[in-house]
């Protein structure tokens, strides 16, 4: 199989980016002092104290991420490191699907909370999908963010001619589904920032191709067209979990039967050590933590439309509507 289109391939290049988050919260728990003086077993309140870091509330984020990640734990109100122990492996086998232009963009962010760490107002300004559309931009024309692409195209089986709903669009896919589905097709892109859909309009327009592009919270998509394929990639990490059934029934919706939906996610249940990529990814203040497939089968099942649900890969989830 083209290495392009293996599902693994997303696999491989998550697991690797959520294990250099992991290495990345050690070397923030050292460079910052948090390990050495949990030596001293403080109590939670004892270390925020401690610690010369003026964003407190990111510094208690940090110590819950210790503990969901098992490096702490919470006695008696007082803190206790772990002795949390992982080992690296290079194998070989994985190193051939690895895309690795991500790491520039992960090394970004790292610099990020840096800053973050620095001023208690900078978490919601960094990575915001407006003011900083040009840094998502770049995060979504990597090499890897067009192989999840390519593979969710051929899972899809997208090709000229086809209807597609991407929900949560941003700024790069609406042109590569555009030239999929090519001038008979139609592509419509849902996105809520209006910084990203006009990055996407500029290179839609540039090819003049067959999308349109809606600035719209995706809990109020309206069954208006029918598609041959639904793509929410990336994005149910940003709907409240509350409000992620109602996404999935509009989605469902608006698919014709016999089409397909992917969902691609880093699934909390299907990934080792995720809560290490979420403190970073919660610079961005609509983050609300990465689903499970589990409750994303659930929530799907529960709707009652008529669906099968394959797993091509563990960050994939693929409905059919029968
Ligand atoms: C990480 S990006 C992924 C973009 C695209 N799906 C991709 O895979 O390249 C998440 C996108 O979802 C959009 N988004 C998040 N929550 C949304 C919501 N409730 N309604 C509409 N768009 C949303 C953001 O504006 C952003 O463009």
């Known amino acids: 199989m083209n290495n392009m289109r293996n599902p693994r391939i997303i696999d491989v290049?998550?697991?690797m980016m959520i294990r250099t988050s992991l290495l990345h919260i050690i070397a923030l728990g050292t460079k910052h002092g948090v390990f050495s003086f949990l030596t001293k077993n403080p109590t939670p309140q004892e270390l925020i104290d401690e610690i010369d870091l003026p964003n407190r509330r990111l510094l208690l984020s940090f110590i819950n991420v210790l503990k969901r990640l098992n490096i702490i734990e919470e006695r008696d109100y007082a803190l206790y490191?772990?002795?949390?122990?992982?080992?690296?492996?290079?194998?070989?086998?994985?190193?051939?699907l690895v895309v690795p232009d991500w790491v520039s963009v992960q090394e970004e962010i790292y610099r990020m909370v840096d800053y973050a760490f620095i001023t208690p107002v900078h978490p919601?300004?960094?990575?915001?999908?407006?003011?900083?559309?040009?840094?998502?931009d770049m995060r979504m024309n990597t090499k890897f963010s067009r192989a999840y692409r390519d593979v969710t195209?051929?899972?899809l089986g997208i090709k000229k001619g086809m209807s597609v709903l991407d929900i949560g669009c941003g700024s790069v896919s609406?042109?590569?589904?555009?030239?999929?589905?090519g001038y008979?097709?139609?592509?419509?892109?849902?996105?809520?920032?209006?910084a990203l859909l006009d990055i996407a309009r500029a290179r839609v327009e540039a090819k003049n191709l067959p999308v349109e592009l809606k600035e719209l919270d995706a809990r109020l998509i309206r069954p208006v067209n029918e598609y041959d394929a639904v793509i929410?990639?990336?994005?149910?990490?940003?709907?409240?979990?509350?409000?992620?059934?109602r996404v999935l029934k509009n989605a469902l919706?608006?698919?014709?039967?016999?089409?397909?939906m992917a969902i691609v996610d880093p699934f909390i249940d299907s990934f080792e050590f995720v809560p290490a990529l979420e403190f970073f990814e919660s610079l961005n203040k609509e983050f609300r933590g990465f689903p499970a497939a589990k409750e994303i089968t659930e929530r799907i099942l529960a709707l009652g439309f008529d669906v099968e649900i394959e797993r091509p890969a563990r960050s994939v989830l693929l409905v059919r509507k029968l």
């Open 81 to 96: 490191l772990d002795g949390f122990s992982y080992t690296i492996k290079i194998p070989q086998g994985k190193y051939d």
């Open 153 to 155: 195209a051929s899972l």
């Open 184 to 194: 008979n097709g139609f592509y419509m892109g849902v996105d809520y920032s209006p």
């Open 253 to 260: 919706d608006v698919l014709k039967s016999g089409g397909r």
């Open 232 to 245: 929410l990639s990336f994005v149910l990490e940003y709907v409240e979990p509350k409000d992620r059934g």
């Open 124 to 136: 919601h300004v960094l990575m915001d999908f407006d003011k900083d559309a040009d840094f998502w």
């Open 174 to 181: 609406p042109a590569y589904f555009g030239e999929k589905v």
């Open 13 to 15: 290049n998550l697991d």
